[in-house]
C-alpha cells in the first residue's frame, strides 16, 4: 500500500534488473493464501479475477493441480523443498524441517547458489518456528525478507489495515445473489474420523454468538451466505492486487523476460460437506491454482497491459489448458527448468540424506504436449493428520505429538481413494495394517466427493497403489 509498493516496485526494478544484463529468465512467483479455484480462468462463473483471468490467457494452466497438505506451513515447507510431508516432517505449525528432518535445498535457495538474486515480500513460507522465525534467512533469501505493517494479514481471524475499502469488493458479490453451496451437509457415509470441525472458524467472535454446537452443527444458512460473499470479495481484492504486480512488470519491460508462475498453498471449503476453512483430503481443499506463464513459449506477445494481452476464454482455448493430474511439489523441478536451469534430480526411494532432489515431476513435457500418455496413470498425493477417530478440538491443527492417524489420499481423473492408517508420531512411522477407515469417491458420477462407496466395491486394486505412499510401510 501506498509508500511500502512504491519501495516493493524499486526493490524490484533494481533486483530484477540486474539479473536482466546477465541474459536468465527472471522469476516473479506469486503465492496466494488459502485460495481455491474459484476463479474465472477455472470455470468459477461467480468470481469476478480479470487480472488473474488475463494471466492465464497467455500460460499454461494446470487445471488440476493439488497440494500436499491443505495446511499453510506443511503445504508451503513441501512446494519449496519439493518434498513430501513425510520427508520434511512438518506437520503442524511447530516443526522446522530442517531441525525435524533434513537440510533441504529451497526453491529461492536453489536460485540463489545458481546466481539470482532472491527476495520474498509478504507470506511465501509459513512466519514462525515452520521457517526458522526468519522466513528461512539466509539460506533461501538474498536480504530480509520484507513484511511491512500495512500488509494485510491473511486468516480467518484476520482484519482489514485501514486505507482498503471492503465495501467495493463486497459489492462485487450482492448477498442477494450468494447460494449455498452445492452440498451443504455432511455425507452420511463420511467417516468421523474424515471430517473437519474447522475449530479456528468456531473460535472467532462473531461465529461463536451463534452457539453452534460441536462438531457437526451447521452454520445458519443467513452466515453461510456472508462467509460466501465476503471470500469472493477477497478473491477479487486479491486479483486486483496481481494486476498491480502485472502492471508494474509491463512498465518495466520485464514481461517478456520473466516467468511468472501463480499459485496458491492449498484450497479452502465454503460449506461443502459441512466444512469450512481447510484441514481435509477433499477436492476444495486440497486443489489449487497453477498458472505458467512462460515468455516466447506460452506468449509470444509483449507484456501484460490490454492492448497486447487480450482476454482469452481458458475453457475453449485448448492451447491453454492442462488436465494432467500435477502436484505443488512439481513446481521447484518445472519452474527450475523453464527459468533456465537445470531440475533437481528426483529423489531416491529412500532420500531422508539427500539435500537436493525432488518428490516431483518436472512438467515441461506438457508445455509441449497436451497431456501425460495413457500408459502412464497419474497420481496426485495428499495426506492429512488427525488426533483420533472422532473429531476434536484439535482435529483440524494436531501438534505433531497428538498426531494418531494419518489419512493418505490418492487422487486420479477417475477418483479419490483415502485410507487413514494409524501413525507414530514418535518414528514418523505408518502402518497400513492399521486401518481405521476409508474413503473412495467414484468422480464421473460424484464430482462433488459426497457418496463414500469404500464399502460397496471392491478396492483391492486400489489398495495395492498405496504401496506408492511416501513412507506408508
Given amino acids: 500500500h501506498g509508500s511500502d509498493l512504491g519501495r516493493k516496485e524499486n526493490i524490484f526494478k533494481e533486483c530484477v534488473l540486474s539479473l536482466c544484463i546477465s541474459g536468465r529468465r527472471n522469476v516473479l512467483f506469486i503465492m496466494a493464501d488459502d485460495l481455491r479455484t474459484s476463479l474465472g480462468c477455472y470455470g468459477d462463473q461467480v468470481a469476478k479475477s480479470p487480472n488473474i483471468d488475463q494471466l492465464a490467457s497467455k500460460s499454461q494452466v494446470f487445471l488440476n493441480a493439488y497440494a500436499q497438505q491443505a495446511l499453510c506451513a506443511p503445504s508451503r515447507a513441501s512446494m519449496l523443498t519439493s518434498r513430501r510431508p513425510d520427508t520434511t516432517r512438518v506437520y503442524d505449525f511447530t516443526s522446522y524441517w530442517r531441525d525435524q528432518s533434513g537440510n533441504y535445498t529451497t526453491l529461492p535457495q536453489y536460485f540463489k547458489s545458481r546466481g539470482y538474486f532472491t527476495m520474498s515480500v509478504g507470506k511465501i513460507f509459513h512466519p514462525g518456528i515452520s521457517s526458522n522465525f526468519s522466513d528461512d534467512y539466509p539460506y533461501s533469501w538474498s536480504i530480509p525478507a520484507y513484511h511491512p505493517a500495512s500488509f494485510i494479514r491473511s486468516g480467518v481471524h484476520s482484519k482489514l489495515t485501514t486505507g482498503v475499502n471492503t465495501s467495493e469488493y463486497l459489492s462485487l458479490y450482492p448477498l442477494e445473489n450468494m447460494t449455498l453451496a452445492p452440498d451443504p451437509n455432511v455425507p452420511k457415509s463420511l467417516p468421523p474420523v474424515a471430517y473437519n470441525p474447522w475449530t479456528d472458524v468456531r473460535r472467532r467472535e462473531d461465529v461463536q454468538k451463534l452457539n453452534i454446537s460441536f462438531p457437526y452443527g451447521p452454520i445458519p444458512k443467513d452466515f453461510q451466505l456472508r462467509i460466501r460473499q465476503h471470500y469472493y470479495a477477497a478473491v477479487s481484492y486479491v486479483d486486483a492486487q496481481v494486476g498491480r504486480l502485472l502492471t508494474t512488470l509491463d512498465q518495466l519491460g520485464l514481461a517478456d523476460n520473466t516467468v511468472v508462475v501463480f499459485t496458491s498453498d492449498h ?60 502436484e505443488l511439489v512439481d513446481v521447484f523441478p518445472t519452474l527450475s527448468y523453464m527459468a533456465g536451469l537445470p531440475a533437481p534430480e528426483p529423489c531416491p526411494d529412500v532420500s531422508l540424506q539427500e539435500e537436493l532432489c525432488t518428490d516431483g515431476d518436472n512438467l515441461a513435457y506438457t508445455f509441449r504436449h497436451r497431456e501425460r500418455g495413457v ?16 473429531p476434536q478440538e484439535n482435529s483440524d491443527q494436531p501438534d505433531l505429538e497428538d498426531i494418531k492417524i494419518m489419512g493418505y489420499s490418492l487422487r486420479s481423473w477417475d477418483y479419490r481413494y483415502t485410507l487413514w492408517l494409524g501413525f507414530n508420531p514418535k518414528t514418523f512411522q505408518v502402518n497400513v495394517t492399521d486401518v481405521h477407515a476409508g474413503e473412495l469417491y467414484m468422480l464421473a458420477d460424484d464430482p462433488g466427493e459426497d457418496r463414500n462407496v469404500y464399502s460397496d466395491l471392491d478396492h483391492s486394486g486400489l489398495l495395492r497403489k498405496t504401496a506408492g505412499l511416501p513412507r506408508a510401510s
Fill in 267 to 326: 484450497g479452502w471449503s465454503l460449506g461443502e460437506h459441512g466444512e469450512w476453512a481447510k484441514y481435509s483430503n477433499f477436492d476444495v481443499a486440497t486443489q489449487v491454482p497453477l498458472i505458467f506463464y512462460v515468455p516466447g513459449i506460452t506468449a509470444h506477445r509483449e507484456g501484460f497491459r490490454e492492448s497486447t494481452f487480450p482476454l482469452i476464454d481458458i475453457l475453449t482455448h485448448s492451447d491453454y489448458m492442462r488436465r494432467n493430474v500435477v
Fill in 375 to 390: 500408459e502412464a496413470e497419474a497420481i496426485s498425493f495428499s495426506q492429512y493428520p488427525r488426533p483420533a477417530d472422532t
